[in-house]
């Protein structure tokens, strides 16, 4: 995983996914990595710097348990679609 994300930086902001009703899912968030020309100048994110995005899924899990209050990462790559993950029971 570190040698995906090796050269890109943490775009700004948490995405919650939504389901395939579009309605928000409030267990399931982005985290966009992104490839920026010069790293000591803010950017603003357009579509070109987003095309080449690493989103990092992560999915909340409370079952189980600490550390960090259930949070896991589930995927590095491209968006991992709520319906697509295992859901809790």
């Known amino acids: 995983m570190a040698d995906a994300l090796a050269e890109l930086n943490l775009a ?4 919650f996914a939504h ?4 309605a928000p899912v409030d267990d ?11 790293q000591d100048q803010s ?5 070109e710097i987003l095309a080449s995005a690493q989103v990092l ?3 909340h899990r409370p079952e189980l348990g ?8 589930h995927a590095v790559g491209d968006y ?5 993950l295992p859901r809790p029971s």
């Open 28 to 38: 399931v968030a982005y985290v966009r990595f992104v490839r920026v020309p010069n």
């Open 80 to 84: 991992v679609k709520p319906e697509e």
């Open 19 to 22: 389901d395939v009703e579009h």
């Open 57 to 59: 899924t992560l999915q």
């Open 43 to 47: 950017y603003y994110i357009d579509a």
């Open 66 to 73: 600490q550390p960090f209050d259930g949070w896991r990462i």
């Open 12 to 15: 700004t902001g948490v995405q």
